[in-house]
């Protein structure tokens, strides 16, 4: 907007001096009177071309450089918060397509399965079922939407059983903005919450649950992650204990988080990857329905 105000209120400016330089050229040239008889129209008709292109060359610049600053723009956003290369760390990511709709693909992009994100009666509840014969965990409920809790569901590795109740947990302080939204000014771009997010998991058996030896500590802090929900997009990174323990950013080819979430799982945790899915996908659609101004069908 600077950008586009400053080139148009100078453009006036520009012109004016072209055309006093034209003029100076003229009056100061030796040529002789006979030959410029029809100086005057002459020089009118070069300086009515020599302004055109002067205001092609101006205006084209200017398109050209606001096209390229928002390019750029875009490309620093998806880079901070949007499309992650494959890491090492993960060999499957999870994207989140809209309200219901949400596959497991590997690393290098073969569906594996789907998440079934069942919503009851608003922000009651819902359950994430899970599509997927190599995971653990088969099913994670979250009772209500404040405070926010889960228990879980698993298959008890290595046999056909069905453990109700094998992880559960909750955020230790609830996720609340940390900002006051009436102050707040939109374009700064900052975390809505302040400090720490921290999530308790716990599992009547966390090495065959959640492949750890100990419950581990889940969180994320206001330099890490965007939102949670309000006024900005589920964004940003995850950790276990100091380890990474999943990625969101826009999903492949998308112009923002309205088409979707790309979330890679950490290979080793997959399994409390999958119960931040849940939280995250809540969250994003939350966003949607009140300030994400997404247009899809809820």
């Known amino acids: 907007m600077f950008l586009t105000v400053g080139t148009v209120l100078l453009y006036p400016l520009l012109l004016s001096i072209l055309h006093q330089w034209g003029n100076a050229t003229r009056l100061g040239s030796n040529t002789p009177l006979r030959t410029t008889q029809h100086g005057p129209e002459n020089h009118e008709r070069i300086n009515r071309k020599t302004g055109l292109l002067f205001s092609i060359l101006y205006f084209g610049s200017l398109v050209a450089a606001i096209v390229g600053s928002i390019q750029l723009a875009k490309t620093r956003q998806r880079d901070a918060y949007g499309i992650y290369s494959s890491q090492t760390w993960s060999n499957k990511y999870v994207v989140l397509q809209n309200a219901a709709t949400n596959s497991f693909y590997s690393s290098s992009g073969v569906n594996l399965g789907v998440l079934d994100a069942v919503q009851r009666n608003g922000f009651s509840g819902w359950t994430m079922e899970i599509h997927d014969s190599e995971s653990t965990i088969q099913s994670i409920k979250y009772p209500i939407f404040y405070p926010m809790q889960f228990n879980a569901t698993c298959q008890s590795p290595g046999t056909t059983s069905v453990v109700d109740n094998c992880v559960s947990g909750e955020f230790i302080n609830q996720p609340a ?122």
Do not use: R
């Open 177 to 298: 903005p940390g900002y006051d939204f009436s102050d707040f000014d939109p374009q700064l771009q900052l975390p809505e919450f302040s400090g720490l997010l921290n999530l308790t998991v716990t599992s009547l058996n966390p090495l065959a649950f959640l492949n750890f030896t100990s419950d581990p500590d889940v969180w994320t802090s206001a330099q890490a992650y965007q939102g949670i929900g309000g006024l900005y997009a589920p964004l940003g990174e995850w950790y276990v204990n100091n380890s990474t323990l999943l990625q969101v950013g826009w999903s492949l080819g998308s112009d923002g988080p309205c088409q979707g979430l790309q979330i890679n799982l950490a290979e080793d945790y997959e399994e409390i990857s999958l119960i931040l899915v849940g939280i995250i996908w809540q969250w994003w659609i939350y966003w949607a329905e009140n300030l994400g101004d997404c247009n899809w069908d809820l």
